[in-house]
């Protein structure tokens, strides 16, 4: 019998194609989404597919148990996007709280291993970089980002939690900016940003001096990287993401110019995205090298040529 994984935030960005990686392993792939930020057109093409079933399900009302085995839960389920979580405060944080304790629940009824997508977010403002596993973070707990890393470090220690005391088979994974194809347009992060802003010929609005950085993974190498670690059998915390592509905003602004054959403007002087705008972010992937052997391999160019031809089909 085929193996059943369920995925929630299965119509997100990474759940999404999480969904098509299992089905082309050859998995049983149960999706939910309660639609907040997760959009039906990611996943249509599965639809009609007798190994995929999806529910518009809001997981901090529990998870269904369809009575079937359950290998493996994928909890992606979140609001990732700045513009997102902070419009949506106290939602982000129930589904950190609320909708990680449901998910370990059924992961523990049916002896199914979770992992759950946490966040370079765990290590606030960092005040060391790269920032590797080990590094305890520095985060305001009540700042315009606590919602997201408050909610993301609870469920961590969740995680940590049920392991420790229910015995649950569980994996954490610390995921640095990720872009690609399936990024909302109205997502409000940097690169769909800026991809739009390219396509329309409007300036680039880059926030604040331009000059915090982060490091940038497209979404081919990041599902791998998750694959990898729920076929492990490893705790985590694992960073995953690309520690050769950090660069400040300015610069990428600059980089998608030159690329997409742009004249490069910029719009006029805009605040920081918020007092707490992490200045630096790069992973140390060691750890993810030794004990996954992954490694991000596709180029910065045909990362973000994939993603602007994305954006540009959806306005046709
Ligand atoms: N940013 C920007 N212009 C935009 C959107 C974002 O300069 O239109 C900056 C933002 O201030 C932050 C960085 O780009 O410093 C990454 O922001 P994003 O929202 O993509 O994700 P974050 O890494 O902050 O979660």
């Not at 005391?165 to 569980?170: I, L, Q, S």
């Not at 994996?171 to 900016?177: H, P, Q, S, T």
Request: charged share 25%; hydrophobic share 35%.
């Amino acid at each position: 019998m085929s193996r059943h994984v369920l995925i929630t935030g299965a119509s997100g960005f990474l759940g999404s194609h999480l969904c098509d990686l299992y089905i082309a392993r050859g998995w049983r792939v149960t999706g939910l989404d309660n639609e907040l930020a997760g959009r039906r057109e990611n996943i249509a093409h599965l639809l009609g597919n007798p190994a995929f079933s999806y529910q518009v399900h809001d997981i901090c009302d529990g998870l269904p148990d369809d009575g079937r085995p359950l290998d493996l839960i994928l909890h992606l389920a979140s609001l990732a996007s700045p513009p997102f979580y902070k419009r949506l405060q106290v939602e982000t944080l129930m589904v950190g709280a609320i909708g990680t304790r449901n998910a370990l629940e059924l992961a523990t009824l049916k002896g199914a291993r979770i992992l759950f997508s946490s966040t370079s977010e765990v290590y606030g403002d960092p005040l060391e970089s790269p920032q590797s596993e080990s590094y305890w973070g520095n985060v305001n707990p009540i700042g315009p980002r606590s919602m997201y890393d408050e909610s993301k470090r609870f469920a961590e220690a969740l995680m940590v939690a049920y392991q420790k005391t229910r015995g649950t088979n569980v994996a954490i994974v610390r995921i640095f900016n990720t872009y690609g194809p399936r990024l909302r347009p109205d997502d409000g992060r940097v690169v769909t940003e800026f991809l739009g802003q390219i396509l329309d010929g409007k300036p680039l609005t880059v926030h604040g001096d331009g000059t915090q950085t982060r490091s940038f993974c497209y979404v081919g190498d990041l599902v791998d990287g998750i694959a990898r670690m729920a076929d492990s059998t490893h705790t985590g915390p694992v960073n995953l993401g690309n520690p050769h592509e950090e660069m400040s905003i300015l610069a990428l602004a600059e980089r998608l110019c030159r690329v997409f054959d742009a004249p490069f403007n910029r719009s006029g002087p805009l605040p920081p995205q918020d007092e707490n705008d992490p200045r630096r972010r790069r992973p140390d992937i060691s750890l993810a090298r030794t004990l996954l052997g992954w490694e991000p391999r596709t180029t910065f160019e045909d990362g973000m040529r994939a993603t602007y031809d994305y954006l540009k089909t959806l306005r046709a």
